[in-house]
Nanobody, 122 residues
Framework: QVQVGESGGGLVQAGGSMRLSCAAT????????VGWFRQAPGKEREWVAI????????DYAASVKGRFTISRDNAKDTVYLQMNTLKPDDTAVYYC???????????????WGLGTQVTVSS
C-alpha cells in the first residue's frame, strides 16, 4: 500500500499559476493510478485530473482542460498538478488519491491525502 500527501497550495490572484505536488511513500508507486480531486465549500468533491501509473495516459475534467496539466515523476514518487490561468471558481481544497485501478473517476480510490487549500482571488 501507499500513503500520499499534498503540498503547494496557497493564495493566488486570478490568472495566476500554481503547482501542487502529491508525494507518495510505499512500494511500487508506479503501479498506481493517481487522481486529483477538489472540493469547494458547499459542493461535492469532484475529480479534476487522473494519470496512469506509467504517466502515459491522462484525462481531465472539462472545467480544467487546457489550463491544468497532470504529470508524474516515478523516480521521485511524486505526481504534480500544474494549474494555469486560475479562476476564482478553482478555489477549493485539492486532494490527491492513489489506486491500483486506472482509470478511476469516482471517489473510490483506496488511498487519500489530507488535502491542500487553493484560494484564487478575483
Amino acid at each position: 500500500q501507499v500513503q500520499v500527501g499534498e503540498s503547494g497550495g496557497g493564495l493566488v490572484q486570478a490568472g495566476g499559476s500554481m503547482r501542487l505536488s502529491c508525494a507518495a511513500t510505499g512500494r511500487f508507486f508506479s503501479r498506481y493510478g493517481v487522481g486529483w480531486f477538489r472540493q469547494a465549500p458547499g459542493k461535492e468533491r469532484e475529480w479534476v485530473a487522473i494519470i496512469s501509473g506509467s504517466g502515459d495516459s491522462t484525462d481531465y475534467a472539462a472545467s480544467v482542460k487546457g489550463r491544468f496539466t497532470i504529470s508524474r515523476d516515478n523516480a521521485k514518487d511524486t505526481v504534480y498538478l500544474q494549474m494555469n490561468t486560475l479562476k476564482p471558481d478553482d478555489t477549493a481544497v485539492y486532494y490527491c488519491a492513489a489506486d491500483r485501478q486506472y482509470p478511476l473517476y469516482s471517489n473510490e480510490y483506496d488511498y487519500w491525502g489530507l488535502g491542500t487549500q487553493v484560494t484564487v482571488s478575483s
